[in-house]
């Protein structure tokens, strides 16, 4: 197997694989299920190694201090990382069991066969099953990242249809997300946030704060961080909206209003030549003239606004000081980063806390899971003794989650007279995606907690350094997998812009990807070669043509096009290792200059399939929401704040608006798994944009492609 | 405070609450069903849905005590006998969730359509769905899962 980060940290089989008396098997993960069935992937993969029925594995949630730690459940990684190490833990058992059966059965180990968790030696009656030999005790054992995995040939349960793990509990409504536990003495939270970021809390009038406690609330004040707790939840809600109302706020100068896309490439910046997917710590070499051979050059400038996570469930924690320890119940994708980030910012010792992992809504990155545990915890240390349910609301969410950055990228690019292109350039401008919680030298960690910068001398705000890592931050996917001679890489890392941003699900994937599969388009037409035919002319991979071309058969690529409607067609690697996908959408735009999506046609190659509905979930939601990003989505704020606060003032695609779509997986049996949870994301926006501009004969750079865009651009 | 009396998955509850204290807030903390989930408190996303004499209705802002001598039904009260209900089944089936958290007002907002329309067209579909969102993109597993609780005679 590949090189495991996970295994170097958590090298012990126990730490990964328990046998219950019942005959039940546990499995444990740092990866959490965060609606992308990450736990059904791993149960399918346990089952088939150990040769046990699905039905008897569990996945265990993750706690910090037992599971092992396998850093941020983010980055599409989750397959290569778990799915890699509970394989090889799963080969692991199952070897070391036989050898167990064969000592005790004195038989030799060729003889034995598994079924359902029963070893039998061949032509006798001898028989233990996995739970006898185990016994309640530890393996003792390292796993063997090199242990025999099964022939994929030999499977008999990947490949079948499975039931997702915990889909039956979530539709008939049993506890399952963090929102819905229940403790004794339990008090329900909300934090009373400020108008903006830049607002403090002046002065807390003494009536209103008498009002509070007469109501049955506790108050909870620490500077500008104010909350309230109650056993009722009502109560707790009308008491925070009170205090909100009433609270004496110093506004400060308000957020800066101008055009954000011209302060994106007029700001301060550190700009980073990149290459092979790399940043560089030298220079930025200026755009070079167009090479003797070129024929044409263009040049386009794409831009993205703000986007959020959106979470249909506000973020959530539970969290319980007690006997001078926390314990905090969160939906956070990093359990373990956000352990150490508290620990630090609270001044606890690290085993004085603990984190579990409960499922909350679909978070697709840094929402506010992180930010509503530390609130949480804030809270939870005030009233010690008493466990806190704090939830955020629907406009603490929509405000104060971090966003995707807006973004711009410039690109220029020279084609000669056979099609080909010959120079390419893109710089790629926006702030960062790299603000989840994670301690770091000099106490900068808190500042990356937002509760922390509203306390009794609160953190001051962080600037981050440019994410260094290949394919990461704004510059995923700025590389294009493309053969283009003389390439151009640029990322600028933009200071001073209004607005909160961290991890949205591809970082600057999305963006980059719309950006060049846009110009690829554009190029396309000004070189009179058909989109997917100039696609494959700069493309060596036989996995990348493979994806584009069944995207393109399966919409009938070539074929006539319904009166009124258009074609458009997108590719992208993620991260150019990882997913294939290939978009191909039908649409048109209609007489309200609305877009009205009609047939996809989705292709991919994530290596190996494992859970074949699961990855076919991965595709078709991916390409949902990056449709909604790209059609509807936009934070919008003026100097007194956040003004998107609500599913009003930030529409997201609803069931009017979803098309026909047609999926196809190829399937690599005998390759790796490819992470695929952001494959298709940036390609959905090239398709998106490419088939406006067949239907309509409009060119739209930049997102959301809403019915007023359409009309500007058809105006100009 | 004031009493109230709900019917609630067949049951009659007293409970004790601020009159005006929305419905999902005695349901999911006084009757402990949390089922229906609080996804803005607003009425806009659709998440809190339940039954309301068979009507689909939003409880996140509406007073519990508008709901005396209503029949109420939740998710958890869709299920016969411990089985869950064809609209259930054809979700599990579907794989109609990614997290989850809008599914169980979907569900309901399903349910409610078939009660009174067991052959719904794609268009009536849409059209009993629109006040709900969904993040994670399982719009079309939804309309599969209904689409095949109707080919399966619309019984919900």
Known sequence: MPDSASLEKSPGLDKWISIGKDGRVLIHTGKVDIGQRISTALALIAAEELDVDISRIDIARTETGIDPDEGITSGSNSMEEAGNAVRAASATARRHLLSLAADSLGVDVSTLEISDGLIQSRGTNLSVTYEELADDQPFGIDVDPEALVKDPASYGIIGKPTVTLGLTEIVTGQPHFVQDMKMPGMLHARVVRPPHYKARLAALDDAVAERTSNSGCQLVRDGSFLAVASEDEFSAVKAAERLRENADWDLGEGLEPQDVFRRLVSNERVSLPVVDGLPQKEPVEPLKPAPDSAVSTLNARYEKPYLMHGSIGPSAAVALAEDDKLTIWSHSQGVYVLRASLSEALGMEMEDLTIHHVPGSGCYGHNGADDAAVDAALIALAIPGKPILLKWTREDEHAWEPYASCMAMDLTASIDDGGKVVAWSQETYSDTFGMRPRPEPGGAGPARLLPMQYRENGVTPLVPKPNMARHSGLHRNLDPLYTFENKRLVKNLVRDLPLRTSALRTLGAFANVFAIESFMDELAEEAGIDPVTFRMNHLEDQRAKDVLRAAADKLGWGDPVPDGRGRGIAFAQYKNIQAYAAVAVELEVNDKAEVVMHRVALAGDAGQIVDHAGLTAQYEGGFLQAASWTLYEEVTYDQTGITSRDWETYPILRFDNIPEIDTVLIDQPNEGFLGAGEGVSGPTAGAIANAVYNAAGLRLRRMPFTPDAIRAAAME | ?156
């Open chain 2, 1 to 156: 405070m004031a009493k109230i009396s709900l019917k609630v998955n067949g049951e009659t509850h007293e409970v004790d609450c601020d009159p005006a204290t929305p419905l999902i807030y005695v349901l999911r903390n006084q009757l402990d069903l949390v089922g229906a989930k609080l996804g803005c408190g607003l009425e806009q996303c659709g998440a809190c849905a339940v039954l309301v004499d068979g009507e689909h209705t939003l409880s996140c802002v509406r007073a519990a005590s508008e709901f005396d001598r209503a029949e109420i039904t939740t998710v958890e009260g869709l299920a016969k006998s411990g089985q869950p209900s064809a609209v259930q089944r054809a979700f599990i089936e579907e794989g109609a969730a990614q997290c989850g958290y809008c599914t169980a007002g979907l569900v309901i907002a399903a349910t409610a359509l078939l009660e009174k329309n067991p052959k719904p067209d794609d268009a009536e579909i849409r059209e009993a769905l629109d006040e709900h969102l969904c993040r994670c993109g399982s719009h079309l597993r939804v309309l599969k899962a209904i689409d095949r609780v109707v080919q399966g005679g619309g019984n919900a």
